[in-house]
């Protein structure tokens, strides 16, 4: 039953724009259970991954139907006062060449920010989405999504995820590859199934090599061919359930539906009532990549959830906002582990680095109103690139801020959305050299006056922070930031004072002498001027008495 909604209740929207259909979700969001509840759910067959067959686009038939059913997605949710809506495009979007230009036409006409998820992170948004309507337990479970463009397989348990793939491999794209007979002839059918074995081949080994001698996962189902099967199987039961989630299904049941769908034309599954005409179109291949892959597995069983990426995007919006209760709290570290993670593939040096993030996020506290006007989402972005600032070494030295750029661009940074990894990329790209130009790729693919702004604010930070570590050991200990003013009172300028480290038994501050620190950080004076129009200058300590 929904939970009755009470005066902190906070409405948010979550549209998930998939290959086949976009999905509308409007939740209730209860801060003090931690919870939400579903106040209305929508979906509409929109076909994007019906795409041009000579050049790949989003074809202009698919993209009208996409923004009648998103523009009446937009007002359907700010009629129920929703304070945002979180929205994410998958698989079609993400391949099609005029796949951007598609998002930045939603967000000039329909006032639409979309992220474009990575295949890996539409499957930690799934598995998000499953973990909010099911108990885990103590046993791992086997999530599969099977889209119209991509089919996600994750293994995970209630504390982390332990497999996040994605394969091209959908019911639309199938039934566009392989669809101009229907039924499929017995050989066709064959072939589809070894085609089918060979795109999950490898995210079926990561899943075996990641499970644990004797660990028996439980198979889960989300999505609509899931949801189908399970609605076919449902309506033969004696008696059938109210709802489907958490309805089981064999692997012989699965058997045998697919064996009496392989063989009906087009019409007889139509006529099915448990399937809508456009489900019936692509339900084979979807069934098959089921099949097939359960078999692969040797999974007994499928659970299905009627949780996927929109509730995880509901998740993922209370995650970010501090709204989760102690069960979902290990997944709030989901980028600081991300982070961490891509830091050490290209051998940063983490000591150092969290020094420059240190004095980075005490310039940032210190210099509000001064070097930035941030309301604090900059903040972590600010962190994860002074952590990821030095990896473009690892390919070369010289110019390297140009291959960090280039490195976490093309990283995966899970629990970032698409605009904020590249915001991350360009902070990091900026904390040396030249300032932002216009010419600059690093810089044309940040969307936005806001976001450009924030990213050159945190670069800015970040080239202060940077220009301290000059040595392997630890000698800048804190800090000072101070306003210069005019007589007049307005603010010319800033004074930045360098304080010793203690020194190295802990006893008080060290004997460092800290010129080096103060001249490298004077040679950022240009970068303050032309940025912010303050004057930068780093005095000397004063004299001890």
């Known amino acids: 039953m929904p939970q009755a909604p009470n005066a902190a209740t906070r409405r948010v929207a979550a549209i998930d724009i998939g290959t086949n259909s976009i999905h509308l979700l409007i939740a209730a969001v209860d801060p003090e259970l931690s919870s939400f509840s579903v106040v209305l759910a929508e979906k509409a067959t929109t076909r994007l991954g019906e795409r041009d067959p000579q050049t790949g686009n989003l074809s202009p038939e698919s993209i009208e139907r996409a923004f009648q059913t998103l523009r009446h997605c937009a007002e359907l949710a700010k009629s129920h006062g929703v304070e945002q809506i979180v929205t994410a495009a998958t698989s079609a979007v993400r391949e099609a060449p005029n796949g951007r230009d598609f998002l930045v036409s939603l967000q000039e006409n329909l006032g639409l920010e979309v992220d474009l998820v990575s295949g890996p992170e539409e499957a930690r948004l799934i598995y998000l989405g499953v973990l909010s309507g099911m108990s885990f337990g103590e046993q791992p479970h086997l999530i599969i999504d099977i889209g119209g463009g991509s089919t996600e397989l994750i293994l995970a348990d209630g504390r982390d995820e332990r497999v996040l793939s994605s394969t091209r491999i959908g019911a639309v794209r199938l039934h566009r590859d392989f669809g101009q007979e229907d039924p499929l002839p017995a050989d066709r059918r064959s072939f589809l199934i070894a085609y089918i074995q060979g795109a999950i081949d490898p995210a079926v080994a990561q899943v075996k090599a990641a499970l644990q001698p004797g660990e028996r996962p439980l198979m889960v189902g989300t999505s609509g061919t899931a949801m189908a099967l399970a609605a076919l199987a ?66 007994p069983e499928l659970v299905v959830c009627d949780r996927a990426l929109r509730e995880g995007l509901i998740v993922d919006w209370m995650l970010r906002n501090q709204l989760l209760s102690d069960r979902f ?33 005490s310039l940032y506290g210190q210099t509000r109103d001064l070097l930035h006007d941030d309301n604090g989402e900059g903040r972590q972005l600010l962190w994860a690139a002074a952590l990821l600032h030095t990896c473009g070494q690892h390919i070369n030295v010289n110019a390297y801020h140009k291959h960090t750029w280039y490195l976490i661009r093309h990283g995966e940074l899970l629990g970032y959305t698409e605009s904020e990894h590249l915001m991350v990329a360009a902070i990091a790209r900026y904390h040396r050299r030249g300032l932002p130009k216009k010419r600059h790729e690093s810089w044309q693919v940040i969307d936005g006056r806001q976001n450009r ?93």
């Open 234 to 299: 449902a309506a033969e039961d004696p008696r059938p359930p109210l709802k489907l989630q958490g309805y089981r299904l064999s692997k012989e049941r699965i058997d045998q539906l697919v064996s009496r769908l392989v063989t009906m034309t087009p019409a007889q599954r139509k006529a099915l009532p448990a399937l809508n005409e456009r489900r019936a179109e692509i339900i084979v291949p979807g069934a098959l990549i089921l099949q097939t892959t359960m078999a692969m597995l040797q999974a």
């Open 329 to 361: 709290a290990f997944q709030s570290t989901i980028r600081e582990r991300t982070v961490r993670h891509l830091a050490q593939g290209f051998g940063v040096d983490l000591q150092r680095a969290e020094r420059v993030a240190a004095h980075a996020l």
């Open 453 to 545: 702004r924030t990213v050159a604010s945190m670069a800015l930070l970040l080239r202060l922070a940077a220009s301290l570590d000059r040595r392997p050991a630890t000698v800048v200990g804190s800090i000072d930031v101070r306003q210069i003013k005019h007589v007049s009172g307005e603010v010319k300028g800033l004074e930045i004072q360098l304080l010793p480290a203690a020194d190295p038994e802990g006893h008080g501050p060290g004997g460092t002498d800290l010129s080096l620190e103060r001249w490298s950080l004077q040679l950022c004076a240009g970068a303050v001027l032309e940025a912010s129009g303050l004057v930068l200058s780093v005095p000397e300590p004063a004299a001890q008495p």
